[in-house]
């Protein structure tokens, strides 16, 4: 509060800016830290094992180089890149309680975090259109989902992430940031970036939410629209087997969807009031950290092609290492 009084008494022009952030972390007790800093440790592991797996069999196997599998890559990258993004500083806070950060990184965080995540949304949004069409249009699947296609939807993606990033900053840029510098999370999200800022906000925020609203409400409804048409076709199958082999196919990406989009919303379009902040981190954690670990995990589990995928890629690597010996 003084320097924030301070900060008021001074030319608008000469206005101190805050140039570190302190991030309070997940204010783990004293006596379980170890255990909570090797946990996640072995999370982030899991995450990016999982996911270089799923990118190496979808890259090594022919029988995975089809436009759903080649989406799946795509996703566990960006999986790969939101976790490598939030959890190594997470992991450092855990054990020194507070970090400490430029309010450059901490923007740059963010960015990044909100650039992954946006892409990741329309990905989503891709892959659904992708099953619909395999299952509803299958006639016309090979000709309206083919290789250049596949790219141009995985490009389009992440410009429209970078490009409503671009937004976002471009409002935060024209906020004076002069303190507190203490934010309450593991990551410097986008609502507690604003509340470190002594201007009127109502713009930016109500921009931001606008944008948000698109790249959430937008994709989440073709999901759903597609989903619909999806079930019935499936209905009409008269074999309970093609009908449960069909349904195998997509039931993986729908799980996905509802943890991702389900932790999203309630995140960001829900009302604050009367959500506290643990709350808020514990489902941040979700979708910033479970959610990746998970994906590769839920894919592979009912996927027989990635299965056989691998038992080829390990027979592969045991030859090699014999052959050697």
Request: proline fraction near 3%; include cysteine.
């Amino acid at each position: 509060n003084s320097l924030f009084l301070t900060v008021l008494g001074h030319d608008q022009r000469n206005v101190t800016r805050i140039t570190t952030i302190h991030l309070v972390g997940l204010q783990i007790p004293q006596s379980i830290t170890v255990l909570v800093f090797f946990l996640f440790l072995i999370l982030y592991c899991v995450t990016i094992c999982g996911n270089l797996l799923i990118i190496t069999l979808v890259s090594y196997s022919n029988s995975l180089h089809s436009p759903m599998y080649f989406f799946l890559s795509q996703l566990s990258a960006l999986d790969l890149m939101l976790s490598t993004d939030i959890l190594p500083n997470m992991i450092s806070t855990v054990l020194v309680n507070k970090t400490t950060m430029s309010f450059s990184g901490c923007l740059a965080q963010f960015s990044f975090c909100a650039i992954t995540g946006c892409s990741e949304c329309l990905l989503l949004t891709a892959m659904s259109w992708d099953r619909y069409l395999a299952i509803c249009r299958p006639l016309h699947y090979t000709l309206k989902m083919n290789y250049q296609v596949c790219w141009m939807l995985v490009v389009l993606c992440w410009i429209s992430g970078i490009f409503v990033v671009l937004i976002n900053n471009l409002s935060i840029s024209k906020l004076e940031f002069c303190g507190p510098n203490v934010i309450d999370h593991f990551f410097c999200d986008l609502d507690p970036i604003m509340q470190l800022s002594c201007s009127d906000t109502t713009i930016a925020h109500l921009e931001m939410t606008i944008m948000g609203a698109i790249i959430l409400i937008f994709p989440f409804f073709t999901i759903f629209v597609s989903y619909s048409y999806i079930i019935v076709t499936i209905l009409k199958i008269p074999s309970i087997t093609d009908r449960q082999k069909v349904f195998s196919t997509c039931s993986s990406h729908l799980t996905v969807v509802s943890m991702f989009y389900g932790t999203l919303v309630c995140v960001y379009l829900t009302p604050r009031r009367g959500q506290t902040q643990t709350l808020n981190k514990l489902l941040s954690l979700l979708y910033t950290v479970i959610t990746p670990m998970m994906n590769p995990i839920i894919y592979s589990l009912r996927n027989k092609d990635l299965k056989k995928a691998a038992r080829r890629l390990i027979n592969h690597l045991s030859r090699i290492c014999f052959s050697k010996d």
